[in-house]
């Protein structure tokens, strides 16, 4: 089960949990218009895997929140991921919000 991603709103808050990979996320990707409607956080922190289709997936995620106006921010990265956003010089798109404050 844990091999899966997982999903959930929560006001203003998209919590995502499982992996997020190139296996995982076709559901998110199909739904991903709605899922984001009036998101204002992505909440990372129990995803146990990125690779970096979901990287590619996360900065779509950001772009579809901006086209309504609004930068989100992510919470919860891990060193992981935070190493792969770097790789990828993606520091400015994706943005924690734990830096922000």
């Known amino acids: 089960m844990s091999d899966l991603l997982r999903w959930q709103r929560s006001a203003d808050t998209l919590v995502l949990s499982g992996r997020l990979d190139r296996d995982t996320l076709l559901t998110l990707w199909q739904q991903r218009e709605t899922v984001m409607q009036n998101v204002k956080v992505v909440d990372v922190t129990a995803l146990e895997r990125v690779d970096s289709a979901g990287l590619a997936l996360?900065?779509?995620?950001?772009?579809?929140?901006?086209?309504?106006?609004?930068?989100?921010?992510?919470?919860?990265?891990?060193?992981k991921l935070h190493s792969l956003i770097t790789l990828y010089n993606l520091q400015q798109i994706i943005v924690s919000a734990e830096k922000s404050e």
């Open 58 to 79: 996360l900065v779509h995620l950001r772009e579809i929140v901006r086209a309504q106006g609004v930068t989100p921010l992510f919470t919860g990265i891990t060193d």
